[in-house]
């Protein structure tokens, strides 16, 4: 499910090619590493003797009902605080604070670049803001209603449960050539990769037959954390040679175009 949360990073990078498209694609799954991460950290110690109260909100919970059916997804997630507009407004403050630094860095050392004009910190934080909302919307889209708007004022919970309906890929290549062979193979091999995943993911295991055994309720071991975030590393690296391979002339009217 997450390598369909990848199309608005295309769409952003369409609309402001100054910004990386390596990190346009971190902020649409910004919100997945954070509950991910979590889910590490607290190592599924969800109950009164989790040691910390904050990092074990975020966790997975066993649905036996939903496994016996074999559903999508069957278990509930529990993500108050990374999935919800409270955390979608911290994550993009602290990702905007790293980009920044990174282009600051990368100005000293190349010489090319120390005239270069950069965006502003808030016209940065608004472009990468609207990549990790991306996210935020879409899970409301096709999550049940288990998506938080803003936690800790409300509580309310949202989501439309479209999944089994709805899938949707955006690709945006208008407007640019000169795609070399890299962009070409980076191409293929991410089209492999999330076809595999998918596959994997709705046809692999079926669930049905381990619902008697485990617990209604009980935590669901982050077994598959590290290998979604291998996953991550290979998406994210892979878009390094979409994005060098364009050959976008990123001068300063292409950056005062949208401030």
Same mark, same amino acid.
């Given at each position: 499910?997450?390598?369909?949360?990848?199309?608005?990073?295309?769409?952003?990078?369409?609309?402001?090619?100054?910004? +990386? =498209?390596?990190?346009? $694609?971190?902020? !649409?799954?910004?919100?997945? *590493?954070? @509950?991910?991460?979590? %889910?590490?950290?607290?190592?599924?110690?969800?109950?009164?003797?989790?040691?910390?109260?904050?990092?074990?909100?975020?966790?997975?919970?066993?649905?036996?009902?939903?496994?016996?059916?074999?559903?999508?997804?069957?278990?509930?997630?529990?993500?108050?605080?990374?999935? +919800? =507009?409270?955390?979608? $407004?911290?994550? !993009?403050?602290?990702?905007? *604070?790293? @980009?920044?630094?990174? %282009?600051?860095?990368?100005?000293?050392?190349?010489?090319?670049?120390?005239?270069?004009?950069?965006?502003?910190?808030?016209?940065?934080?608004?472009?990468?803001?609207?990549?990790?909302?991306?996210?935020?919307?879409?899970?409301?889209?096709?999550?049940?209603?288990?998506?938080? =708007?803003?936690?800790?004022?409300?509580?309310?919970?949202?989501?439309?449960?479209?999944?089994?309906?709805?899938?949707?890929?955006?690709?945006?290549?208008?407007?640019?050539?000169?795609?070399?062979?890299?962009?070409?193979?980076?191409?293929?091999?991410?089209?492999?990769?999330?076809?595999?995943?998918?596959?994997?993911?709705?046809?692999?295991?079926?669930?049905?037959?381990?619902?008697?055994?485990?617990?209604?309720?009980?935590?669901?071991?982050?077994?598959?954390?590290?290998?979604?975030?291998?996953?991550?590393?290979?998406?994210?690296?892979?878009?390094?040679?979409?994005?060098?391979?364009?050959?976008?002339?990123?001068?300063?009217?292409?950056?005062?175009?949208?401030?």
């Amino acid at each position: 499910m997450f390598q369909g949360h990848y199309g608005p990073a295309g769409v952003l990078h369409f609309f402001f090619p100054d910004v +990386s =498209l390596v990190w346009l $694609l971190v902020s !649409t799954q910004l919100i997945d *590493i954070a @509950y991910f991460t979590l %889910q590490l950290l607290c190592q599924m110690n969800v109950s009164h003797e989790c040691p910390y109260d904050f990092l074990c909100h975020e966790h997975a919970t066993f649905n036996v009902e939903l496994m016996r059916r074999n559903a999508i997804f069957p278990s509930d997630i529990h993500s108050e605080y990374s999935h +919800s =507009l409270t955390g979608s $407004l911290i994550l !993009t403050f602290i990702l905007t *604070i790293l @980009y920044s630094m990174v %282009q600051k860095f990368n100005s000293k050392k190349s010489v090319s670049n120390l005239h270069h004009h950069h965006r502003s910190f808030l016209s940065l934080y608004g472009v990468l803001f609207l990549g990790v909302v991306s996210h935020w919307v879409l899970d409301v889209l096709v999550h049940r209603p288990d998506v938080t =708007l803003f936690p800790p004022f409300t509580s309310v919970r949202i989501g439309l449960g479209m999944i089994g309906i709805l899938a949707a890929k955006i690709r945006v290549v208008g407007g640019r050539r000169n795609l070399d062979q890299k962009f070409w193979s980076a191409f293929v091999v991410y089209g492999l990769t999330a076809t595999a995943v998918n596959v994997y993911a709705y046809f692999g295991d079926d669930t049905s037959k381990r619902a008697d055994q485990v617990v209604d309720g009980s935590p669901v071991p982050p077994d598959l954390v590290p290998l979604i975030f291998v996953l991550y590393l290979v998406a994210f690296s892979v878009s390094y040679f979409l994005d060098s391979s364009y050959g976008v002339n990123r001068d300063e009217g292409d950056v005062k175009k949208w401030e």
